[in-house]
């Protein structure tokens, strides 16, 4: 400033040195010294003026220019609009932007269960009663929640139900040594053993294992409850019966079923033995006729009537008859 103070005291001095120099000195002289003092007049003061332009003016503003940029007012200016804070941020100016505290948690209900079963999983829906959002969990499946089978019932699941494999059945013996239970009485237990023994080397029907039974002395109950318990299937004894009868003898498919009858199957079982004893009526025709004549005579006529007597068809007979060469 000192500098400047001076060369402007400077050029005012040699500015009035000039005009009274003008006044005073000739015309000759006069053009170069105007010409001079100008030029030195001229670059003196844009110098100064460039130099103090660029230190003190020009940076001055850039400074004060940069908040002036953005188009939000400043923090300090905004009068803020508050909007509440959310589950998943804090509350917050719409104007400017700034947050206030923090986002608040949500806060979650269960609206909805699935349980789960022993074999499926179920599951959990919860939703967020301030923003409404949701997430589910699952709940695991219980697996089987197992009873140990007994002697009447099978493993079983004590939630759903579900069996696996068969109850275990009773001991054998009066007494069950499994549960306790009371099966049957001595003479029961006797006569069941005796049925089991008795169809180990021969068929009977139903009725014929009580008969036989009762005929050793055992009471018609004791007697009902082993042939009841014995565990024989009577269509198959019905067939077993059939097929010793053919061993010894032969029969027609009508006689053969007359004789389990009168042996007390039923019907339908000596049926099914006959159906089932796989036997030729032809051939067993022909057996008969045979014996027949090996004990008596007959004409054939009569032989082939007493054939059909026995229960063999018109065509069996024939066949039977003429098989002996009749
Ligand atoms: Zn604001
Ligand atoms: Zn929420
Ligand atoms: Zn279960
Ligand atoms: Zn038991």
Request: charged letters at 20%.
């Amino acid at each position: 400033m000192k500098m400047r103070t001076f060369l402007f005291t400077a050029c005012l001095l040699m500015v009035t040195l000039l005009f009274s120099s003008c006044e005073t000195s000739s015309q000759s002289n006069k053009p170069s010294v105007s010409n001079e003092l100008s030029i030195s007049n001229e670059l003196s003061i844009s110098n100064e003026l460039s130099i103090s332009n660029e230190s003190s003016i020009s940076n001055e503003p850039s400074v004060s220019d940069e908040p002036s940029v953005s188009d939000e007012p400043s923090v300090s200016e905004c009068i803020h609009v508050w909007s509440e804070a959310t589950c998943t941020s804090p509350k917050t100016c719409s104007k400017c932007g700034i947050n206030e505290g923090k986002a608040l948690e949500h806060t979650y209900n269960v609206t909805d269960i699935t349980e789960a079963t022993c074999t499926e999983d179920g599951k959990k829906i919860y939703v967020c009663s301030l923003c409404g959002n949701t997430y589910t969990e699952d709940i695991p499946a219980k697996g089987h929640s197992w009873k140990d089978a007994t002697c009447t019932e099978p493993k079983t699941c004590k939630l759903c139900g579900t069996t696996q494999g068969n109850a275990l059945g009773h001991t054998d013996g009066e007494i069950c040594t499994h549960c306790g239970k009371t099966l049957r009485t001595l003479g029961q237990s006797n006569a069941l053993k005796s049925a089991k023994s008795y169809l180990s080397y021969s068929a009977f029907s139903y009725e014929g294992l009580i008969n036989q039974l009762k005929y050793e002395k055992y009471t018609h109950d004791e007697a009902v409850y082993a042939a009841n318990n014995c565990g024989a299937n009577w269509n198959e004894q019905a067939l077993k019966s059939a097929k010793s009868y053919l061993n010894y003898t032969s029969f027609s498919y009508k006689g053969l079923i007359g004789q389990l009858e009168y042996e007390q199957f039923t019907y339908s079982q000596a049926k099914y033995a006959a159906d089932n004893c796989g036997a030729n009526w032809n051939e067993q025709a022909k057996k008969t006729a045979a014996s027949y004549l090996k004990f008596s005579s007959f004409s054939r006529e009569a032989l082939i009537e007493q054939l059909k007597y026995e229960g063999f068809t018109h065509e069996q007979a024939v066949y039977g008859v003429e098989a002996n060469g009749y």
